[in-house]
C-alpha cells in the first residue's frame, strides 16, 4: 500500500514536471484517470512537504512541481554557517563551515541533538540558549568566544524546513557579522567619547547640517538658556543680538563665499531669559562626502568683556583725576615713562607721546648747570645726585625723594622745579611715580627777597 502511496505521489510530480505552466486538479486527474477526491489529498501531501507550489486563480487552484535547489548544493556552496534540525532537534546535516568553526567532524555532530553540542574551542552555550522548539521563523544576534582568537558575532536565523517525507524542521542559518558589528560598535564607542569631549569643554559647540543644528553641547544650553530640542527646532542666528546682525550678517555671507575659509567674530547675544551675553565665534566647515557640516564654537567673554570695561572706565577716571590735579604727574616702568599728565606739559612744553620717547634722560635729568648758575636763585645741583635720589627710592618706602633742578622747557626757558618720588611693585614690575611743582615764582620772590636784605644790611654797615 505504501509503494502505490509513493509511486502516485511520483507520477503526480512528473505529470507537474513535463507541464511546467501548472495543472488544476482536473487536469491531473483526467490525465492519470483517478479520482478528483484522491488527487487532492496527494496534492495536499505533496504541497506540505514542500515539493509543489499552489497558486490561486479564483475559484481555481493551479499546481505546479516545487523549484527547489537540493539541500546539500546549498549546504556546500553557502558561505553562511548552516544546521539542519528536525522536530526533536537532531542535527539532520551540517556544512563544512560550520564545521570549522565548532573545530567538529561530521561524524561528532550527525544523529545528536543540538543541546549535546561541545566543541573544544569555542563557547556555544550562547547558541544553545537561544535553540527554540518554536518553529516559526526568528532572527536574532549570537555571539560565539573563540579560543585564543577572541569572539564572532552572528547574525543568526530560523527557517522553518519540511522534509521530503512530510516531517517538520528547522534550518538554522548564521551569517558572519564580526566586522559589522565591531565597526559599528568603534563608531558608537568613538561617539561616545567625542559626545563626553564636547560636552565636558568649556566652550559651546554647535555642529549643522544642511542649515539645521543636529547638534549642541551641554555648554551651549548654559551660555543661551535654550535647551537641546529647542536649539534643534530654531535658527542659532535668531538669539544675535540687534546691534550685532548687521556685523553677523557680513560674516555670515562671507563665510558662505569661501566656505573652506574658517571665520570668527565677536558678537552680543541675547539668552532666553533676556539676559545679554558676549561671545566669541568661530566657524568653521567640513565636507564630508555629498554632505556639508558647520560647526559652531562659541566662548563666553562677557566676564572678560566686563571687566575690561571696568579697567577703562578706571583707567579713564584716573586720566581724569591726573589731569586737573595742580602738579604734573609722570610714571616710570623699568626707566620709560608711560604715563605723564596735562600739567607736565604746561612744565615742560612736551606732549605725552614726546616725553615717553625723550625719557627722564632728554627731560628731567637734563639740566643745564650754567642757566641755573646765571639765574642767581639757588645754586647748581649735581646732576648725578638727582639720579641717585631717583634710583634710592624703593618701592613702598614711607619716606619719598626730594629734589630741586633747573627744567629746560621746549621753547628754551628754565624753569625751576620741586619733585617728589615715591616707587611701588606689582610683581614684576616697579612703578616710580614723580610729582613735580613749578616753584620759579617763589624762588624768585625769594630771590628779591634776600637782595633787598642785602642791602638793608650795607646801609647799616
Known amino acids: 500500500m505504501m509503494q502505490d502511496y509513493q509511486k502516485e505521489l511520483i507520477a503526480i510530480k512528473d505529470l507537474l514536471k513535463r507541464n511546467p505552466n501548472g495543472m488544476s486538479v482536473t ?45 546539500s548544493a546549498m549546504l556546500s556552496y553557502s558561505k553562511e554557517l548552516i544546521m539542519v534540525l528536525d522536530n526533536e532537534s537532531r542535527i539532520i546535516d551540517t556544512n563544512d563551515h560550520f564545521l570549522h568553526l565548532l573545530q567538529l567532524s561530521r561524524e561528532d555532530t550527525l544523529g545528536k541533538n543540538i543541546s549535546h553540542l561541545q566543541s573544544p574551542e569555542v563557547d556555544v552555550h550562547e547558541l544553545l540558549d537561544t535553540i527554540t522548539t518554536n518553529w516559526g521563523e526568528q532572527e536574532s544576534t549570537v555571539t560565539f568566544h573563540v579560543k585564543d582568537k577572541g569572539e564572532r558575532i552572528f547574525h543568526q536565523k530560523y527557517v522553518p524546513t519540511v522534509f521530503e517525507d512530510g516531517r517538520n524542521g528547522i534550518t538554522l542559518i548564521l551569517e558572519d557579522v564580526t566586522e559589522h558589528i565591531l565597526a559599528e560598535r568603534e563608531i558608537r564607542e568613538s561617539e561616545e567619547r567625542f559626545r563626553m569631549m564636547a560636552d565636558n569643554i568649556r566652550d559651546g559647540l554647535i555642529i549643522m547640517e544642511k542649515g539645521k543644528t543636529i547638534y549642541a553641547n551641554n555648554r551651549i544650553a548654559e551660555i543661551t538658556g535654550y535647551s537641546h530640542d529647542e536649539m534643534w527646532a530654531m535658527d542659532p542666528l535668531t538669539i544675535i543680538a540687534p546691534e550685532s546682525h548687521e556685523k553677523a550678517a557680513e560674516q555670515i555671507q562671507d563665510f558662505e563665499a569661501h566656505p573652506d575659509k574658517p571665520g570668527d567674530l565677536q558678537i552680543w547675544i541675547i539668552r532666553k531669559d533676556k539676559e545679554r551675553r558676549f561671545v566669541y565665534a568661530r566657524i568653521s566647515g567640513v565636507r564630508h562626502h555629498d554632505t556639508y557640516y558647520n560647526f559652531i564654537i562659541l566662548t563666553d567673554m562677557t566676564e572678560l568683556k566686563t571687566q575690561g570695561s571696568r579697567v577703562r572706565e578706571s583707567e579713564q577716571r584716573f586720566r581724569t583725576m591726573a589731569d586737573n590735579i595742580q602738579d604734573g604727574l609722570i610714571i616710570v616702568e623699568n626707566d620709560k615713562i608711560v604715563f605723564s599728565n596735562r600739567r607736565i606739559k604746561e612744565i615742560t612744553g ?109 646801609l647799616v654797615h
Open 27 to 71: 487536469d491531473i486527474s483526467k490525465a492519470l484517470k483517478k479520482n478528483k477526491n484522491t488527487i487532492g489529498r496527494y496534492l495536499d501531501i505533496l504541497l506540505i512537504s514542500g515539493q509543489v507550489d499552489m497558486r490561486a486563480y479564483g475559484m481555481a487552484k493551479v499546481y505546479t512541481i516545487t523549484q527547489r535547489v537540493p539541500l
Open 350 to 458: 612736551y606732549s605725552a607721546d614726546e616725553m615717553a620717547e625723550m625719557g627722564l634722560h632728554g627731560t628731567l635729568l637734563a639740566q643745564h648747570e650754567k642757566a641755573a648758575a646765571d639765574s642767581g636763585i639757588v645754586p647748581v645741583t649735581d646732576m648725578n645726585r638727582i639720579e641717585e635720589i631717583f634710583r634710592s627710592v624703593k618701592p613702598d618706602s614711607p619716606t619719598p625723594g626730594e629734589f630741586k633742578i633747573w627744567l629746560p622747557r621746549k621753547d628754551g626757558m628754565h624753569r625751576y622745579i620741586h619733585g617728589k618720588i615715591t616707587a611701588a611693585k606689582n610683581g614684576n614690575i616697579i612703578s616710580s611715580y614723580i610729582t613735580i611743582s613749578d616753584i620759579t615764582d617763589f624762588a624768585e620772590r625769594e630771590k628779591i627777597l634776600r637782595e633787598r636784605i642785602d642791602a638793608l644790611q650795607d
